[in-house]
């Protein structure tokens, strides 16, 4: 059994004993139940982008570290004593949540319901008034959770939350805390806080379980790997991205205990083979596609499944911790950046703990705390050493005569090189990749963009033809699907950008395309939309069914040209590629500066509009969605309509 350090609750007031007592000693009810485990079954937790994480940021090795518990308890105690011996807090103000008698469970929300009442409140605050505000009466807490809205699968079963600093969106950033609170922070130590809600503001993910046999199970197999297998996507033939830097790591918190515990692997450690699980590592002749895999219809839970989505969900978020909780069972998490390397926890019993779980919580949010703290210290070092770096390659490089001379010799080199091009303008480089695609059986999917730099890309296959004037094939039929591609036959797809917008049907992003012609390589840059769940893709499929039936018409105006319906053969995800229609009259209204429902047009534009609609109703189609953000206007003056998932053909009918 673990030891607790001693401390001298009994030289301090009642009130105190009692509070800090009840929060350290406090373990969940042995007679918590799950109510109703049939409506909470697992499905697949890994998005679309999970797959495509950067190489240098991905997870590589699992490790047990079992001594995470006891430092946190350790680091628990040395702080709770300080606390109550030097800081000598007013508990006047404290208050606490009653106990409640056990309820059920109903799904992974109310076991994250029930440990926010009865663990985060209070440890948060306990943290929030040692580090940040200890002289002050008050008991506010400047750390809060939010919900990712990311989490895919079924949410009853498992779903991520978010853990950092609570702070508002005043300039300059701030924690929420009270203004008598806040102003009363030291000059010095504000200043820190605002550089952390700036810097770090994520300092944990949560991955909540439905209290079930299931998440049990899926947390006692959480074993540690020397080489995890991250779900990627398995398409070869073409060269990945090079990789991003790592973020640091802090010098705080737990990073001392990694440090020793390495030193004492260091010898098994060395012996270990390096492997990489990534494919594509240079181009071939031949694009090798993964055959079509197609989902079980009742899924299986997999640890590393939710480790891998936990993971790349602190990747994004630049957080530390990684915390798997159902109720009766937890692990604790470390993400260490640098080795690409996860240190997990024994499996802790929340009902019967030891040291209790309370401890076990204080510790971890104050160790939290200390991360992010350290982090920002490494962040602005790098910074530092950066910025150096860079002043030291500009004063040189205009000390250095020979540099502009070299240059110019590199660009006359790559005049005399070329041989005979093309000579096109944008608009005649657009319509040659359009033209390419639309031969094109495979695009070959990958994102390059913050976080994401593809390992392979994700092999869409062409499921229904291009619209475009001179490629639309009314009679097409889906070739039939193959497991080796030539480069002719593909074309390059590259997701160079966030999102820019979430929509009923899916997700749009913009798109560089990349097609060989006559030895040459031209790019020409589209949108392309994915579709995730079936009933999006269900959606999808129809607003594609409307553009073909618009391209087989007539006279039709104001549609943005679609280059062809595809699907991911590893993860069924549907895509449209398209051509941008500019700036929707929402957006525009907004930039303006407007916050009226209304939008302003021009009376060229509204014609434009009113023609191009006609035209759509003369090919029997009823747009069914007509609002300023589904209508778009583009630089030239030329106006669009989009979206046409709740379109239909009213052939026959008035429109």
């Known amino acids: 059994m673990m030891q607790h350090a001693e401390m001298s609750w009994s030289k301090q007031p009642d009130s105190i004993a009692d509070a800090v007592k009840e929060l350290l000693h406090y373990n969940y009810d042995e007679h918590l139940t799950q109510s109703n485990e049939e409506d909470v079954s697992p499905s697949f937790p890994l998005t679309f982008y999970d797959r495509h994480i950067d190489s240098r940021l991905r997870l590589k090795t699992v490790k047990l570290l079992p001594e995470i518990v006891k430092d946190l308890a350790e680091i628990c105690h040395g702080a709770v004593a300080q606390m109550l011996n030097l800081d000598k807090p007013d508990f006047s103000k404290y208050s606490r949540p009653a106990r409640e008698p056990p309820i059920p469970f109903d799904n992974s929300h109310s076991v994250y319901a029930h440990y926010y009442q009865y663990v985060n409140v209070a440890t948060s605050r306990f943290v929030s008034k040692l580090y940040i505000h200890p002289k002050d009466r008050g008991w506010e807490s400047c750390l809060g959770f939010q919900s990712d809205e990311n989490t895919p699968g079924n949410p009853a079963f498992a779903f991520n939350v978010l853990q950092g600093f609570s702070f508002s969106c005043k300039d300059p950033p701030r924690l929420t805390l009270s203004d008598e609170v806040f102003n009363n922070i030291p000059t010095g130590r504000r200043q820190t806080i605002i550089d952390l809600t700036r810097m770090c503001p994520v300092f944990a993910v949560w991955q909540f379980f439905s209290m079930t046999p299931a998440a049990e199970k899926l947390l006692e197999k959480m074993c540690p790997t020397s080489c995890f297998k991250s779900v990627i996507p398995t398409t070869s033939g073409l060269a990945p991205?090079?990789?991003?830097?790592?973020?640091?790591?802090?010098?705080?918190?737990?990073?001392?205990?990694?440090?020793?515990?390495?030193?004492?692997?260091?010898?098994?450690?060395?012996?270990?083979?390096?492997?990489?699980?990534?494919?594509?590592?240079?181009?071939?002749?031949?694009?090798?596609?993964?055959?079509?895999?197609?989902?079980?219809?009742?899924?299986?839970?997999?640890?590393?499944?939710?480790?891998?989505?936990?993971w790349n969900r602190a990747v994004v978020n630049d957080a530390s911790f990684l915390l798997f909780h159902c109720g009766t069972y937890q692990r604790i998490g470390y993400r260490h950046r640098e080795s690409q390397t996860l240190y997990l926890s024994e499996l802790i019993d929340t009902r019967d703990s030891d040291p209790p779980y309370g401890t076990i919580q204080m510790g971890f949010h104050l160790v939290g705390f200390q991360d992010a703290v350290g982090r920002k210290q490494a962040t602005m070092q790098r910074?530092?050493?950066?910025?150096?770096?860079?002043?030291?390659?500009?004063?040189?490089?205009?000390?250095?005569?020979?540099?502009?001379?070299?240059?110019?010799?590199?660009?006359?080199?790559?005049?005399?090189?070329?041989?005979?091009?093309?000579?096109?303008?944008?608009?005649?480089?657009?319509?040659?990749?359009?033209?390419?695609?639309?031969?094109?059986?495979?695009?070959?999917?990958?994102?390059?963009?913050?976080?994401?730099?593809?390992?392979?890309?994700?092999?869409?296959?062409?499921?229904?033809?291009?619209?475009?004037?001179?490629?639309?094939?009314?009679?097409?039929?889906?070739?039939?699907?193959?497991?080796?591609?030539?480069?002719?036959?593909?074309?390059?797809?590259?997701?160079?950008?966030?999102?820019?917008?979430?929509?009923?049907?899916?997700?749009?992003?913009?798109?560089?395309?990349?097609?060989?012609?006559?030895?040459?390589?031209?790019?020409?840059?589209?949108?392309?939309?994915?579709?995730?769940?079936?009933?999006?893709?269900?959606?999808?499929?129809?607003?594609?069914?409307?553009?073909?039936?618009?391209?087989?018409?007539?006279?039709?105006?104001?549609?943005?040209?679609?280059?062809?319906?595809?699907?991911?053969?590893?993860?069924?995800?549907?895509?449209?590629?398209?051509?941008?229609?500019?700036?929707?009259?929402?957006?525009?209204?907004?930039?303006?500066?407007?916050?009226?429902?209304?939008?302003?047009?021009?009376?060229?534009?509204?014609?434009?509009?009113?023609?191009?609609?006609?035209?759509?109703?003369?090919?029997?189609?009823?747009?069914?969605?007509?609002?300023?953000?589904?209508?778009?206007?583009?630089?030239?003056?030329?106006?669009?309509?989009?979206?046409?998932?709740?379109?239909?053909?009213?052939?026959?009918?008035?429109?």
Not at 248 to 257: N, R, T
Not at 262 to 282: I, P, V, W
Not at 294 to 306: C, D, G, L, W
């Open 241 to 310: 991205f090079l990789s991003s830097s790592p973020p640091v790591d802090s010098v705080l918190g737990l990073a001392d205990l990694v440090t020793n515990f390495e030193a004492r692997q260091y010898q098994l450690r060395s012996r270990t083979k390096k492997t990489n699980d990534d494919t594509g590592a240079q181009n071939s002749a031949d694009i090798v596609v993964p055959q079509c895999r197609r989902s079980a219809k009742v899924y299986t839970p997999k640890p590393e499944h939710f480790i891998q989505c936990a």
């Open 383 to 655: 910074e530092r050493v950066e910025n150096n770096k860079k002043r030291r390659s500009e004063d040189s490089s205009e000390d250095d005569p020979r540099r502009s001379k070299r240059q110019c010799v590199r660009k006359a080199k790559a005049a005399t090189n070329t041989g005979a091009t093309l000579e096109l303008d944008e608009d005649g480089i657009r319509e040659l990749v359009q033209a390419a695609m639309a031969s094109c059986e495979v695009a070959l999917v990958r994102l390059n963009y913050d976080h994401y730099r593809s390992p392979a890309p994700s092999a869409f296959v062409r499921v229904r033809p291009s619209c475009a004037p001179g490629s639309f094939n009314p009679d097409f039929k889906p070739p039939k699907r193959r497991t080796k591609y030539l480069p002719t036959q593909c074309f390059s797809a590259t997701v160079t950008a966030p999102p820019l917008g979430y929509g009923a049907v899916g997700v749009v992003h913009r798109l560089t395309v990349e097609v060989d012609v006559d030895s040459q390589r031209f790019s020409s840059d589209f949108l392309i939309k994915f579709a995730f769940t079936p009933r999006r893709q269900a959606k999808l499929r129809n607003e594609y069914a409307i553009y073909e039936h618009l391209a087989g018409a007539t006279g039709v105006e104001g549609v943005v040209l679609v280059h062809g319906l595809f699907e991911d053969v590893e993860s069924s995800v549907l895509a449209i590629i398209m051509n941008d229609g500019g700036t929707s009259l929402r957006e525009r209204e907004i930039a303006r500066g407007s916050t009226r429902e209304a939008v302003v047009v021009t009376d060229a534009e509204k014609t434009s509009f009113k023609r191009s609609l006609k035209s759509i109703h003369r090919a029997d189609v009823r747009h069914r969605d007509l609002r300023p953000e589904n209508m778009l206007i583009n630089s030239k003056g030329e106006t669009y309509f989009i979206d046409f998932d709740l379109a239909e053909v009213t052939k026959g009918r008035r429109c």
